[in-house]
């Protein structure tokens, strides 16, 4: 392994999605990873969709987060299970663990007991509400906080329901909070010589990327509502009908919003659309308009003039066009590796690039227990 991360060792106990796409991370910038599952497996390994070659049969979900990592089984309820993660964790540099709040000390395998075996381990502790607290003993799934951090209440149609976003967002935020907070942790090591627990939840990380939505209210008293795929704070910002296909516009200025005038044949001086807030105020009017003009046009020919005239815009991909499309190929975004039981699979890339090198593992999602026999856990 190489990368920023090569030499670090990590014991991963955690499970189905914020823990693993933490250690993902850490092993796409070259830390080795081990991961430690029960004898059944981490849930994800029964989740769908499934990958199913030659007689092998393996979890999409899965493979997404697990790149890049050793599996051993423990039965951490054993002698001989918590024995083997203490082992683990005395020869380890981060420990990551996404148990609800006191499931280890009940076994006996606590973070400070662990820390008192090796008090340069760096833990990370992923939770649902926090720990402690009115609500830190709640379980936390993804649309569970979703909803109880706010962001449904922010997504969907003005007049429709509140909406889930599509993809695991709590989950995958809340993964990116822990490696962040795990780097930091490794970084502030080399000169303390002592490890840090490190904590964060599905509910901090939806909170903390509320931005402008959640500084509004704070701070001047605005709630914020749905407003679909309409910007709330810009316009014209947000999909727009063409002749045979939506697009999106991002007219994010003063300046972008002349040249977008000018582009679709509105006058950006009109006194009821000449500055950002009147635009705002009069969006429906503006967004009518803007759609007569655009339905007499072709996506295709749209783009390319708002291109030209240097206008932010793309089109609607649906999830095969994104992993065909040339540019996501170029940055290293489509990961391929030989996986032990299907051959060749493809999964996300990491999103970083070092030294223009994309991140990503060339060790693919192990199966389960594929590392067991002594080298990895009696190190």
């Known amino acids: ?5 090569s030499g670090v060792r990590v014991v991963d106990l955690s499970r189905a999605l914020a823990g693993p796409y933490a250690t993902m991370m850490l092993a796409d910038a070259g830390a080795e990873v081990v991961k430690v599952e029960p004898p059944t497996g981490d849930d994800s390994r029964g989740w769908l969709p499934f990958v199913e070659r030659d007689g092998a049969r393996e979890s999409a979900y899965f493979l997404a987060a697990n790149r890049g990592k050793r599996s051993v089984r423990l ?12 082992q683990l964790c005395r020869t ?8 609800r709040p006191g499931l280890l000390d009940r076994l006996g395998l606590g973070l400070e ?13 992923i939770t649902g509400f926090g720990t402690g607290g009115p609500d830190g003993h709640r379980p936390g799934f993804d649309q569970i906080l979703q909803a109880e951090a706010g962001l449904m209440s922010l997504t969907g149609a003005p007049d429709g329901e509140p909406t889930r976003v599509g993809l695991p967002i709590a989950d995958l935020l809340a993964g990116m909070f822990g490696a962040f907070g795990v780097s930091a942790a490794l970084r502030e090591r080399e000169t303390t010589g002592r490890g840090r627990a490190v904590e964060t939840s599905l509910l901090s990380a939806v909170v903390a990327v509320q931005a402008f939505h ?13 407003t679909g795929n309409r910007h709330p704070s810009i316009a014209p910002y947000g999909v727009f009908p063409c002749a045979d296909a ?4 991002a007219v994010g200025s003063e300046s972008l919003w002349r040249r977008f005038a000018e582009a679709v044949g509105i006058d950006p001086a009109r006194p009821d659309i000449a500055s950002n807030d009147d635009r705002v105020r009069n969006v429906h009017a503006l967004e009518e308009e803007i759609g007569e003009i655009l ?16 206008v932010p815009a793309g089109r609607i991909r649906t999830i095969p066009e994104v992993y065909d499309w040339e540019q996501v190929r170029h940055l290293g975004l489509v990961h391929e590796m030989e996986h032990p039981t299907l051959g060749t699979v493809a999964v996300p890339g990491s999103a970083l690039r070092f030294d223009g090198v994309p991140a990503s593992s ?4 192990p199966v389960l227990g594929q590392h067991e026999g002594g080298e990895v856990v009696d190190r």
Request: overall charge negative; proline content about 7%; charged content about 25%.
């Open 75 to 86: 039965d951490l309820k054993t002698e001989d299970g918590a024995r083997g993660l203490r």
């Open 246 to 249: 939506s697009i999106v516009v």
């Open 113 to 125: 007991s662990l820390r008192a075996d090796n008090p340069r381990l760096v833990t990370l502790s």
């Open 92 to 99: 380890a540099d981060v420990l990551v663990e996404n148990y």
């Open 1 to 5: 392994m190489t990368g920023p991360l």
């Open 214 to 226: 959640g500084a509004g209210w704070l701070t001047a008293g605005v709630e914020p509502v749905r």
């Open 295 to 310: 339905r007499t046009r072709t996506a295709d020919d749209t783009l390319a003039e708002l291109s030209a005239a240097g």
């Open 362 to 365: 060339p060790i693919a999602p």
